[in-house]
């Protein structure tokens, strides 16, 4: 059963289109990440936010931007996509309490021509 | 910053066989959890280690947290096609404090279960 939504599944969009990901839970949680991942590879934190009004930049660096005004909302922008930002975005939610698991949208294949 | 590393990155069998998967870090992890990523889809919580020298079974896995919550392996037993799929180890912060921001995750171990 899927608490967190993320739309667009996949995305075919020219180089220098503003992007926008969405991401949604219905889960109440404080917690929401955004990762970078290449198929079948590793996860890359890139943000994540505490709860209402507050975003931290992960442990890769991204171009991207975020912003967390409502609890269950999480949207990724991309201003000018590039052929570099081409990648699997998944997006995740957890509660704020510790040893409690992430829970994950199924992500967006994004890819920029 | 924490590492968790993931032993083997690819892993291909024949079914039926026997395999272990590892994951090591020369930190001490709160809890440490068990992820499984099919293709398109995001990762999908197997487990949770919590407590030095656990084991926990979920059918043909089993889960073993190290006696000093450093690392922690997966053992799967006649594996199946259907195991099939990239397998995660992430640890929880010990000393983050209540709520840790974020799980550090290993690079994944790949795994083909052939039939």
């Known amino acids: 059963e899927a608490d967190i939504y993320q739309t667009p599944r996949y995305l075919v969009i020219g180089t220098g289109k503003k992007i926008t990901l969405e991401c949604s839970q219905t889960?109440?949680?404080?917690?929401m990440y955004w990762y970078q991942q290449d198929p079948g590879m590793e996860l890359h934190l890139i943000h994540y936010?505490?709860?209402?009004?507050?975003?931290e930049k992960g442990d890769l660096s991204s171009e991207s931007t975020v912003s967390r005004i409502r609890t269950e909302h999480f949207p990724l922008t991309l201003e000018s996509a590039r052929p570099s930002h081409t990648s699997q975005y998944l997006c995740?939610?957890?509660?704020?309490?510790?040893?409690?698991?992430?829970?994950f949208g199924d992500g967006t294949r994004l890819s920029i021509l | 910053t924490q590492l968790l590393e993931q032993s083997p990155q690819f892993l291909s069998i024949q079914e039926g066989e026997n395999l272990t998967v590892y994951c090591n870090s020369s930190?001490?992890?709160?809890?440490l959890q068990w992820y499984r990523q099919e293709p398109g889809e995001g990762p999908v919580l197997l487990v949770t280690?919590?407590?030095?020298?656990e084991v926990k079974k979920l059918k043909r896995l089993t889960f073993q947290f190290g006696d000093a919550r450093k690392d922690s392996s997966l053992h799967i037993t006649a594996a199946q096609p259907g195991d099939t799929g990239l397998y995660l180890c992430?640890?929880?912060?010990?000393?983050?404090?209540?709520?840790?921001?974020?799980?550090?995750f290993g690079k994944g171990t790949k795994l083909s279960v052939i039939p």
């Open positions: 995740a939610s957890s509660p704020d309490i510790p040893n409690q698991p992430q829970h």
């Open positions: 889960m109440g949680h404080d917690k």
């Open positions: 936010s505490y709860g209402v009004n507050s975003t």
């Open positions: 930190s001490v992890f709160s809890s």
């Open positions: 280690v919590v407590t030095g020298g």
């Open positions: 992430a640890g929880d912060d010990e000393y983050s404090g209540a709520g840790s921001y974020q799980l550090t």
